[in-house]
């Protein structure tokens, strides 16, 4: 009354609106001065604007720092990844004359037959900006222990390799060969020619023909093909621009079936410079798998197997990345020659297969990262190239502990697995595989011959499916008897009984066999 008293004092009578506007002033002042607030007076602005958009400051300026370290972190990778490439490219002729020797100077007709060069006779590589790569390696293994001649790739081999990759990619298919006595064959040459590969021929002294494994180098030293390789690896990748992606694969045992650098490249690419792909779990782990276990144990020792054996196993048989990771990896793949310990004791970490200990002490004892690649690992039947031979691991003894590798291949004609029990889980001791026939079990193998992943989609390539070589022939047989295809095709008119299982693909596949479909060097 005091307060409304004064204002009425001072204010005239007449002006009625002017009292209403003096009121309301005073006690917004009145308030304003005491430092008072009602106790839901702008409630939804002020939770707005004193909580939420606050929270929202917050977490706008906590995203943003996120972003620009993450954009740091990534950037500095990639500078370091890129000093890393540099430098293995400054070295590079120091690093490898010990197995290629000096350059040849080319002959007086002008054909280099070096084997550090590609023949004049195959394609040329395409160096253009951004051309894309598959970089594979060949070669024909002599008299073994039994006397009795194999060879790791024959003439169906590289048909099959070959007519399914040109299918799916245009870019450069590079591959290193043996030749024979004389030099590669015309049938060979026309194959290669054919499909536009750029060749490098290897003299037929270059690998060791003296056992069962192949072993390729200097007369000084050999090393086992599988690692040998990454030599041609590195020195092809060093040709190609920095922002190309390159496929490095095993050969015998991978076709393909769609293109493997457009299948979701961007779930990798360009965050992570490499992606390698898993086995199967559970069957294929480190610690688990007879043959995986014997290498890391032998390469790197007994406490290297105790942190890594129950990591799932990474697949040898391929690595996609960009040019700058493909060249620190493939000179880390040949440096494990020199690193990996047990290399320094006689008889030990020397045999075929110890690329796959190399890998997977790379890859789990992260060991690149610190040199700028960051690696991705897809899981089995998950990315761009499916390596299914864990499905059926009848070769490597897989979940097999202490125990001998045990036969435990599928019966196409039952569906049940040989030694006894049924096609699924497999008991050997207290660990048990899970396996069984592609088709009817897993359900991967379509009815138009396609090898799929687990979300349906087809696996642009796929490694290892010679481990279900008996269920391809039986599948194969019956499209051939059903007269849906007119039988096996090569260039011989014969096919070994060891070619089968791909020949029964390319012919699932309508690749040659199909009477719609032209057979190689047909017009």
């Known amino acids: ?44 602005d002020t939770m707005g604007s004193l909580g939420g958009k606050k929270k929202n400051r917050d977490k706008d300026k906590h995203n943003r720092s996120n972003r620009q370290k993450k954009s740091s972190s990534s950037q500095l990778i990639n500078n370091r ?127 060791s023909k003296a056992t069962n494994s192949i072993f390729c180098g200097s007369a000084d030293e050999r090393v086992p093909a599988s690692v040998f390789r990454f030599y041609f690896f590195e020195l092809w990748a060093s040709m190609y621009p920095e922002n190309s992606l390159i496929l490095i694969t095993d050969f015998r045992d991978v076709f393909f079936q769609s293109n493997p650098f457009t299948y979701r490249t961007n779930h990798w690419h360009p965050e992570h410079q490499l992606v390698l792909f898993k086995e199967f779990h559970p069957n294929m782990v480190i610690g688990r798998c007879r043959f995986n276990r014997l290498q890391m144990e032998d390469c790197y020792g007994l406490e290297a197997l105790r942190l890594l054996g129950q990591h799932v196993i990474v697949s040898s048989g391929a690595a996609l990345g960009s040019r700058d990771a493909v060249l620190v990896w493939a000179r880390h793949m040949t440096l494990q020659l020199q690193d990996a310990p047990g290399r320094q004791v006689e008889g030990r970490c020397q045999g075929a297969g110890i690329e796959h200990a190399f890998i997977n002490w790379l890859v789990y004892g992260n060991k690149l990262r610190q040199l700028g690649v960051r690696i991705r690992l897809i899981s089995q039947g998950e990315g761009a190239v499916n390596s299914v031979g864990g499905l059926l691991p009848n070769t490597v003894g897989s979940n097999a502990l202490n125990s001998s590798i045990t036969d435990n291949r599928v019966d196409p004609s039952k569906g049940s697995i040989r030694g ?91 690749l040659w066999g199909c009477k719609s479909s032209k057979r190689f060097g047909d017009t």
């Open 1 to 44: 009354l005091w307060l409304l008293t004064a204002i009425l004092v001072n204010v005239p009578i007449s002006n009625s609106n002017s009292v209403h506007e003096s009121l309301i002033s005073s006690f917004n002042n009145s308030n304003a001065r005491i430092g008072r607030r009602l106790q839901f007076e702008n409630m939804f």
């Open 81 to 207: 990844l890129q000093l890393s490439a540099e430098a293995i490219l400054t070295d590079a002729p120091r690093y490898h004359l010990w197995w290629t020797g000096p350059p040849e100077e080319s002959n007086e007709q002008g054909s280099n037959r070096h084997f550090s060069r590609p023949t004049t006779w195959g394609a040329r590589h395409n160096l253009t900006y951004g051309n894309n790569a598959i970089f594979t390696m060949a070669v024909v293994q002599g008299l073994g222990k039994d006397d009795t001649e194999s060879f790791s790739s024959t003439v169906n081999n590289l048909l099959l390799y070959l007519h399914t990759a040109r299918k799916v990619f245009d870019g450069d298919i590079v591959i290193a060969l043996e030749a024979e006595s004389g030099g590669l064959s015309e049938e060979v040459k026309a194959i290669l020619r054919f499909y536009r590969a750029v060749v490098y021929e290897l003299p037929t002294d270059l690998c």
């Open 420 to 510: 006894g029990g049924t096609a699924g889980l497999v008991r050997k001791g207290e660990v048990v595989t899970i396996s069984g026939p592609i088709q009817s079990f897993w359900r991967i193998f379509s009815d138009d011959g396609y090898v799929l992943n687990w979300n349906g989609e087809v696996s642009p390539v796929v490694h290892q499916l010679d481990h279900f070589q008996d269920e391809l022939v039986m599948i194969s047989d019956k499209l051939i008897s059903s007269g849906m295809v007119p039988g096996y095709l090569n260039l011989s008119g014969s096919v070994p009984d060891k070619d089968r299982a791909w020949q029964a693909v390319a012919v699932a596949r309508c």
